[in-house]
């Protein structure tokens, strides 16, 4: 029997929509710039740990998620109370004072080191870039991080936040009675500023006793030499605002 080339459903064996022999199907087919038979390729390696290191308020409040954290030190460096402070422990009427560092070539700083990885590396520097360089004026620098660890091989580079001199909110020195007196009237957005310098303390204190840092604990013993003056002083002001007062005549 003879197919009508016009009605192809009355030719036996015919498939119904038959495909173009030169047609492979579209599930089989390589992807694009992928030749048949190449073997796929293999997944980008993830980016490599970042390490960030504090000395300042990051040593206790962070603020950013991390994989791990090392107590240890920089070499080279200073740590001073010469940066002024504006939104986080002091305003515009009382900026308060907050550490920034001092090249020094024999001296070096402790303080903590964060390890972030993948997702984290983003969202870390995204936020330390607001708290630290937006709102504090301080800009960034790498550094070699040596760990407290005695089996610690080879010193980590690592991320550091710095106020230079050419910031606007920068102070500069002042002597250790002066700075502690600028603390005590200080607070911002974050606290007051003497829970700062007392936080700081205490981290020395209890995470590197074998550390020196002659300018911090100074600072802390001026202001608790200044502290008892000023509650006395207050005390005496409000026992005389209740005194009643003699009638003149």
């Given at each position: 029997?003879?197919?009508?080339?016009?009605?192809?459903?009355?030719?036996?064996?015919?498939?119904?929509?038959?495909?173009?022999?030169?047609?492979?199907?579209?599930?089989?087919?390589?992807?694009?710039?992928?030749?048949?038979?190449?073997?796929?390729?293999?997944?980008?390696?993830?980016?490599?740990?970042?390490?960030?290191?504090?000395?300042?308020?990051?040593?206790?409040?962070?603020?950013?998620?991390?994989?791990?954290?090392?107590?240890?030190?920089?070499?080279?460096?200073?740590?001073?109370?010469?940066?002024?402070?504006?939104?986080?422990?002091?305003?515009?009427?009382?900026?308060?004072?907050?550490?920034?560092?001092?090249?020094?070539?024999?001296?070096?700083?402790?303080?903590?080191?964060?390890?972030?990885?993948?997702?984290?590396?983003a969202a870390s520097l995204q936020y330390l870039n607001m708290r630290e360089a937006v709102l504090g004026g301080y800009d960034t620098k790498l550094v070699k991080?040596?760990?407290?660890?005695?089996?610690?091989?080879?010193?980590?580079?690592?991320?550091?936040?710095?106020?230079?001199?050419?910031?606007?909110?920068?102070?500069?020195?002042?002597?250790?009675?002066?700075?502690?007196?600028?603390?005590i009237v200080s607070s911002g957005c974050a606290g007051h500023n003497i829970e700062y310098l007392l936080r700081l303390a205490d981290f020395m204190r209890y995470?590197?006793?074998?550390?020196?840092?002659?300018?911090?604990?100074?600072?802390?013993?001026?202001?608790?030499?200044?502290?008892?003056c000023l509650y006395y002083t207050e005390e005496s002001l409000e026992e005389t605002a209740t005194v009643p007062q003699k009638s003149k005549g």
């Open positions: 029997m003879k197919c009508d080339p016009q009605r192809p459903e009355e030719c036996p064996g015919r498939p119904e929509s038959p495909l173009p022999p030169s047609s492979p199907s579209p599930l089989l087919s390589s992807p694009p710039g992928e030749a048949e038979g190449a073997e796929p390729k293999a997944a980008l390696p993830p980016p490599p740990p970042v390490w960030i290191f504090g000395y300042g308020s990051l040593v206790w409040r962070p603020g950013f998620e991390f994989t791990s954290r090392k107590v240890g030190f920089i070499r080279g460096y200073s740590r001073r109370f010469w940066q002024g402070d504006t939104f986080h422990r002091g305003s515009e009427r009382m900026p308060g004072r907050v550490v920034t560092l001092l090249e020094d070539c024999g001296a070096c700083t402790w303080g903590v080191a964060y390890e972030v990885r993948g997702e984290q590396i991080f040596h760990p407290q660890e005695k089996d610690a091989e080879e010193p980590i580079l690592a991320l550091v936040y710095i106020a230079t001199p050419q910031n606007p909110s920068y102070l500069g020195p002042a002597s250790e009675e002066d700075i502690a007196a600028q603390i995470f590197c006793p074998q550390a020196e840092d002659k300018h911090l604990f100074s600072i802390e013993e001026a202001l608790i030499s200044i502290l008892p």
